[in-house]
């Protein structure tokens, strides 16, 4: 029997009804919406699920939508919407997701559910993946921000989720690095459109032209515009001070703490300069909607009375 150390018996690799290593089973059981929604692959849990006879109806769950339409979190319908599981006998399972708003949104789940016993509404569940990945929303702006380091990003949100610490914040700390000229050209491009002072504009141009993003932030002696600061702070250095902190010098928890601010920093600098470069397009449109001069309206000729020449009406 293949079996992990402090883990349940894995059902795919042993394929028998032995309940050896479950110590999940004894918690609180939790409903199946949260166990997809929140919980990572790999995982086990005790799902309540209504039955009637052996069946059970899949319920909707609300999940994030992708799509265009969406981008943000819609109620999905389940295919299949029902399923039948018989005691003690593990089914895998494939349940897709499709969003109810725009039909495009999708998300597929692999799960392995064992009802154990007739009298009770308790499933063991076990999710073996899902598709796409498991992990919390980040917004597009941010994934925009960090582009070709986009899945290396992504794999240290997963890490965040689950709580590794260290992992989260080495993929974190190796996409800033990697993507500092991306980070500091944004700004340098915010800061021109905005009109920011010469010394700012300066430092960004020689701050881009460092290898390393501590010493590109040290470049930065007049700071940054005012709109993109975080609370009357240069998020610049704020990511250099959690960056400089280092992975040998902190545990698992102290990282995930460090991980989670580099994030959060990260996401609300990328949402800024977007905004900064937003208002400035609409500002520029409706400036140039004032100048451009009134359209001159067309007359129309009026009816000449009725007898006068030219009019062909009959008398």
């Known amino acids: ?26 918690a609180e059981p939790v409903d199946f919406a949260t166990f997809l929604a929140e919980v990572p692959p790999v995982s086990h849990r005790a799902i309540r ?10 319920p909707i769950v609300p999940l994030y939508c992708e799509g265009d339409a969406c981008n943000r979190v819609q109620q999905f319908n389940p295919q299949p919407s029902q399923i039948t599981l018989i005691i003690d006998d593990p089914r895998h399972v494939f349940v897709t997701y499709q969003c109810r708003n725009c039909l495009g949104g999708q998300k597929t789940f692999a799960i392995v559910m064992t ?24 917004p597009a702006k941010l994934i925009t921000l960090l582009g070709p380091d986009r899945e290396m990003f992504l794999k240290g949100r997963r890490a965040e989720s689950q709580g590794m610490g260290i992992g989260a914040f080495a993929y974190y700390r190796r996409v800033v690095e990697r993507q500092k000229d991306r980070i500091f050209g944004e700004i340098l491009r915010v800061a021109k459109r905005i009109s920011a002072s010469p010394e700012i504009i300066q430092d960004l141009e020689d701050a881009k032209q460092e290898t390393q993003f501590s010493k590109a932030v040290e470049r930065i002696k007049h700071g940054i515009p005012e709109s993109l600061k975080i609370n009357n702070h240069n998020p610049l250095t704020l990511l250099h001070t959690a960056l400089s902190e280092g992975l040998h010098s902190q545990d698992d928890d102290q990282c995930l703490e460090l991980a989670h601010s580099v994030r959060i920093v990260l996401t609300d600098l990328a949402a800024r300069m977007a905004e900064a470069l937003r208002d400035d397009d609409e500002l520029k449109g409706a400036v140039s909607r004032l100048l451009r001069p009134p359209a001159q309206s067309k007359s129309i000729p009026t009816p000449a009375p009725i007898g006068t020449p030219g009019n062909n009406a009959p008398h």
């Open 1 to 26: 029997m293949l079996t992990t150390s402090d883990h349940y018996c894995q059902p795919l690799a042993c394929g028998q009804n032995c309940r050896e290593n479950e110590p999940t089973l004894g």
């Open 49 to 58: 699920m209504p039955f009637r006879d052996a069946t059970t109806t899949l």
């Open 115 to 138: 009802r154990r016993a007739l009298s009770e509404d308790t499933v063991d569940c076990t999710k073996i993946g899902e598709f796409p990945a498991f992990g919390p929303h980040v």
